[in-house]
């Protein structure tokens, strides 16, 4: 009755794109994860209390309940709660971050909040239609999102001393953590592979379902329509040989925590070992590594769409290795976003703990297993990427642990998230499950992260002192 009265009406009913939150992950996966889990009705009753809706992002992240609770909290506070800057300049410098990787998921719900916060219409035309105090921030917003290792306090000085269009101390503090926290967050959205929203640009349509099924904002991104998900992209690779890659996994972690016990590298062999990693990292990129070309209603929001990710030592150009021993989040990063934005240093410490330590003991259909080795690989691979060196740790292992399929996916997740397609998702960890794989995301995301604060904290403490 309802459908014949909207044909007389002439109305059109928007139809959903895709199915469930996630490009990558089956959705009936998703939707039996806390179905009958009270923890996870109170979690969702909070999103939607705070956000005023259940966003993709919330549904995949489902998987990890604790961290989950963490995320919600330390976002709510960044967005919503008191703190040095204006609510609509918070959204508007979400978008600016997430702009730098052209998510346009990321943007376009930003978009919404920051107009629904009274933001001015005409300065989403473009960053030069914005005050000159945020069109400043954007040469910040490049450089710590693809090259933070460049990071100077002459950025830091730049902004804190541009006479009626100054931040604060205290201002700039909240502005890392954000554009920190989005450039993050814009490599999980592309990592997991999340659909658009319904009421976003890309999550409905008016088009009769074609033949293909193919949506265009998917193609350009090499993410394909969902029927192709029955397709094992991953090569047709036999059930057996995955099964086999777990195997052979556990017996090197074992061989390793053998090696650890009877023998210790020197010091010059570490920092070897780690200039190695730093070096070969270079090298690591997708075979169907194409550049992909901004869209112009993400693209606006930044200038300089030209300026990506580039590798520490590519035309001879070099990068000093960061010590974690001369400057770390623990002693350092963490007591000055404290001490400028009260109680976020110690929201962001918990989520970077939670996601670091997170483990079930499981690996594959494999049950109590001590993953903290395989962990620990992942996190200081990431950092090695930027540079970042811990004195202690061993860099040999990460070859032995990570192989080349999982490298690249972390580097383009890491690095270049906008590059991401399912047949990388799909080739790495074959035999494990989606709640895994996802879990590997919030460990990237959040060394990340820590990886941008790191370079932006140090050269503030430098400015200050």
Known sequence: MMQTEELELGIRIPRPLGHGPSRFIPEKEILQVGSEDAQMHALFADSFAALGRLDNITLVMVFHPQYLESFLKTQHYLLQMDGPLPLHYRHYIGIMAAARHQCSYLVNLHVNDFLHVGGDPKWLNGLENAPQKLQNLGEL???LAHRPWLITKEHIEGLLKAEEHSWSLAELVHAVVLLTHYHSLASFTFGCGISPEIHCDGGHTFRPPSVSNYCICDITNGNHSVDEMQVNSAGNVSVSDSFFEVEALMEKMRQLQECRDEEEASQEEMASRFEIEKRESMFVFSSDDEEVTPARDVSRH????????????????????????????????????????????????????????????????????????????????????????????????????????????????????????????????????????????????EARMQAELLYALRAITRYMT
């Not at 769409?305 to 590519?314: A, C, E, L």
């Open 141 to 143: 917003n490049k450089v």
């Open 302 to 445: 930044f200038e300089d769409t030209s300026y990506g990710y580039k590798d520490f030592s590519r035309h001879g150009m070099h990068v000093p290795t960061f010590r974690v021993q001369d400057y770390c989040w623990e002693d350092h990063g963490y007591s000055l976003v404290n001490r400028l934005y009260p109680d976020v240093g110690q929201l962001i410490d918990e989520k970077f703990h939670i996601a670091y330590n997170l483990t079930y003991n499981t690996m594959a259909m494999h049950k109590d297993v001590d993953t903290s080795m395989l962990r620990r690989a992942i996190w200081n691979y990431i950092h090695c990427m930027f540079g970042i060196r811990y004195d202690d740790y061993d860099y040999g292992e990460i070859n032995q642990l990570l192989d080349r399929s999982f490298k690249v996916y972390i580097k383009t997740v890491v690095c270049t998230p906008e590059k991401v397609t399912k047949r990388m998702y799909d080739s790495f960890w074959r035999q494990f499950k989606h709640s895994e794989k996802v879990h590997v995301n919030l460990l990237l995301i």
